[in-house]
Structures are given as structure tokens and as C-alpha cells.
């Protein structure tokens, strides 16, 4: 059975309210981008992505628990304990109901632990450690993302969901067309977000390093690079990769301690 098939089956069955079921499907559609380990839409997109085409039988397949798991990761760095805490239950309540069903046998969320979610939330990083992560050598990617992040102070999907011409480059800011509150940033910023976009009239703004995979939405892909969108999930992994060597507990740090307010 396909994936999407048996997720509508799932809702129909589970006596849900409407607003419930989009909130359930969201989740399971995001389950579905990391059970085949590929970059899932962000921001927006995702609410009305559909699932990748997958036969049901890969939750049963050896990688499925890694790739869950690896998913999981992210989902936290991206969204919290919490979200991801819940989009986890409800991958958890599908599972159970195929399993009844016999269309799913194994259960690959076996391993993974809820995640401990404090009132506090994230603590954000210090002036001092922020400057470091500023400084440290890097792409131009990743030096304009994290840039617009700390400057800005704006949602990390968000930032990721700009297109080149949302971008205002004389009022270092968005765009004023571009839906929801602007966002500022002070002129190295701006000008690392100008270097990124030379030469690409349109496109996602921030891309990844290979070409996209057949079946990318058109606003997800770079016409002149043939590259796709990059995911919060990439760019989470890469800071916290990336910061390792700052952490003096030696597991980095998450982009949302670098985002400010």
C-alpha cells in the first residue's frame, strides 16, 4: 500500500476533527520526506506538501529506524522537544493502527526516546558565543544564513523560505511585498545575502549543494543551478556540526540558540 493511501485511512478511522486531521497529516507527511531521507518543504510549503510517493513497506525496511531516528534529531533542533515530541505520537498512533492491520509489521520509533522539554525552552547563546559562531571560517551559505538569523531574529523557516527577490538590498531587509513583518539585518549581513544571490534572478535563496531530486516543486529549485531549496534540516545539522569545537560539552549548538528574541 502506498504511504498516503494508508495515512488517509488512518484519519478517516480515527474519529478526528477536521483542524485535527490537517495537523496529523502535516506530521505524517514530514515522516515520510525523512523515512527516504529527503529534504521535506519548510516554512509554508509544508503545510500543503504532499508525501513522496513510497510504498508503506519501507517502515519495515533495516534503514527505516535510522532514518526515523536521524529525523527525529532534527525535528528537535527545528522545532523543539515539544513538536517534535507530538509529531512523534502521532507517527506512533498511525504505526499502531497499521500494525492492527497487519500492513506494517515492525515498529522503527522503538528506539527513539521522547524527547525532555523544559518551560524554558532553548537557552540562546551568549553576545560572546554568537560573535564566535560569526567568526568561524565557513561557506558563504552558511555565513549569510547564520548572519541572517542572528540579525534578523526571525523564524528560521521563514528565513529559509526567501526567494533572490525578496530581498531588498537598499533597505537591507525584505522586501516590503513580501507577506508578514519585515526582516532587517546591519550591512555585512546584507552583504553576504548579496554575494549569495549574484547572478540568480529568482530562486530559493539559500540552496543545497547538489541538484534537486526529480519531483521538486518548481519554487523549490534554482532554474540556473538546478539545485533545491535547502531544509532546516541540513542547515541544523550543519551548524550544530559545525560548532562543536565552541561547545565546551562538545556536542554544538542549535540554530535556534543563535536567533535572537
Known sequence: MEYAVAVERFLGSAGLSAASQRIYRIALTTWAWLLVDRESPVGAARRGAPAPVVPLGLLDNATAPARLAAGFTAREAAVGARTANRELAILRSALAWWRAREWVVTDPTAGIRRRAATASGVEPLSDDQARAVLRLRAPLREQALWHAVYDSGGGIERILTLDVPDLDPSGRRTHPRV????????????????????????????LTGRRAPAGTPARDRCVVTGRGRLSYRRAAELFTAATQGLDTAGRGWTLRQLRRG
Do not use: I, K, Q, Y
Open 179 to 206: 507577506p508578514g513583518d519585515p526582516l532587517h539585518w546591519r550591512p555585512t549581513t546584507g552583504n553576504l545575502l548579496a554575494l549569495l544571490a549574484a547572478g540568480r534572478p529568482s530562486g530559493p535563496l539559500f
